[in-house]
């Protein structure tokens, strides 16, 4: 079975909105609020080398789709199997990218041959019944020391189990890895 890993910017609030850019009042607060420390990022570019597949919700993937194919630093990415969560998008143009209908179909692909892990990138919504259907095994979460107050959350409340820290690292920048394997 692969590994389902849900990453994501988040605030000490839980807040998990427009880290980079989007629609909440201060989009962007990962990189306008907070001093950039490389080292902090280093997360980042392991999940891409070690990733067989994105996951990702129809939100996500408009915002992604567009952009990310023109990054340089994202060529992984681009190439890997792509899977958008979905009961809407007919044709997707972003190359590798295939529609799920249901959880159920994630199950299925959690189920099937590949190699590396299935990351979940932003998509709050998506990792929210993600974890509600049991079928999240790991956080990488980075913690901003940031508040917003308001916004789209990570967790909503009905999510249940329990977490074991395996991975830990506070940066000079206040930003904190959490590294989390969900106990099954």
């Not at 306008?32 to 129809?58: D, N, S």
């Not at 998008?89 to 189920?111: H, I």
């Not at 259907?133 to 249940?160: I, S």
């Amino acid at each position: 079975m692969r590994t389902l890993i849900v990453t994501e910017f988040i605030t000490l609030d839980g807040v998990v909105d427009s880290p980079g850019g989007g629609d909440h009042p201060r989009a962007g607060w990962t990189f306008k609020e907070v001093p950039f420390v490389e080292e902090a990022y280093e997360i980042k570019g392991r999940e891409q080398t070690e990733a067989g597949a994105m996951l990702i919700g129809r939100v996500s993937y408009d915002e992604f789709a567009p952009v990310w194919p023109k990054m340089e630093e994202f060529a992984e990415y681009n190439a890997m199997p792509k899977y958008v969560v979905s009961s809407t998008l007919t044709d997707p143009e972003w190359n590798n990218t295939t529609v799920l209908r249901s959880l159920d179909e994630v199950a299925e692909l959690k189920q099937a041959d590949g190699e590396g892990t299935i990351l979940v990138h932003g998509s709050p919504t998506l990792a929210q019944g993600l974890a509600e259907a049991g079928l999240v095994d790991r956080y990488h979460l980075l913690v901003f020391p940031v508040v917003l107050g308001d916004g789209k959350r990570l967790f909503n409340g009905r999510e249940q189990g329990t977490l074991k820290l395996v991975e830990h690292e506070a940066y000079s920048n206040g930003v904190v890895k959490n590294v989390f394997d969900v106990e099954h």
